[in-house]
């Protein structure tokens, strides 16, 4: 099986789970459509980079399982950095041997219309290739994740080239020092990159790069 090295966006996008909002406050929850794509079959892989991060490393994973389109996905990486790793010591999914954490069970459905959540973090869709700036996806705990740029000439420098990205960003409710996360997306290649920003001001940001494209 195929390393999935798919980096944080396994092990802490388990993070953005924000607080259950008033029911006359929720939003409808969208799902993705779209034919399953390749990055998400069994064995798929793929590799994201910590190395602008002090005391991350080592990070693999696999996707274990794939039915009816949802691919279960299991990921370690060594956490060394002291802020990380109290940072997602105790949260739900996730278990350390050491300086080695685990998540297992997490689900994210991958398709040729975009890529959503599905469980171990918050439930909703991450990006959907066709939107435009301004569009937002609702989250199961009433989070936002809207579209605040699309590119129009290929400007975002990714794995040696520049391509065209959508970017999503979903400020959190301030959990567990997290504030809020960015993603990059490309109708191609997938999931780019992910970029965290903690409540005192630093940000961790980590290029993906996937072995399979739609």
């Known amino acids: 099986m195929k390393k999935f090295e798919y980096l944080l966006l396994v092990l802490f996008l388990v993070l953005t789970v924000g607080c259950k909002k008033d029911k006359e406050e929720e939003k409808i929850v ?4 779209g034919t399953p794509a390749t990055m998400g079959e069994t064995g798929a892989g793929g590799v994201a980079t910590a190395s ?6 080592n990070i693999e994973g696999s996707v274990t399982t794939t039915s009816d389109g949802i691919s279960v996905i299991t990921a370690t ?3 060394t950095n002291p802020v990380i790793k109290n940072f997602i010591t105790n949260l739900p999914g996730v278990t350390f041997n050491g300086d080695v954490a685990t998540v ?11 890529f959503e959540s599905i469980k171990g973090f918050d439930p909703g869709i991450i990006v959907k290739y066709s939107s435009q700036v ?3 996806y609702y989250t199961k705990s009433g989070n936002e994740r809207t579209v605040t ?3 129009t000439t290929n ?4 794995d040696g080239m ?5 970017k999503v960003e979903e400020n959190i409710q301030a959990k567990n020092g997290l504030s809020k996360v960015t993603y990059w997306a490309n109708h191609k290649w997938g999931m780019v990159g992910l970029e965290l920003k903690f409540t005192d001001g630093t940000t961790a940001k980590f290029p993906i790069v996937l072995d399979e494209h739609n």
């Open 52 to 57: 602008n991060v002090t005391g991350v490393s």
């Open 30 to 33: 969208e799902h993705i459509t």
């Open 162 to 166: 520049n391509i065209k990205v959508i």
């Open 77 to 79: 990486a060594t956490v």
């Open 149 to 151: 740029a699309v590119s």
């Open 134 to 136: 301004g569009d937002k």
């Open 104 to 114: 297992t069970d997490v689900k994210i459905k991958a398709t040729s219309e975009g």
């Open 155 to 158: 400007d975002y420098y990714w």
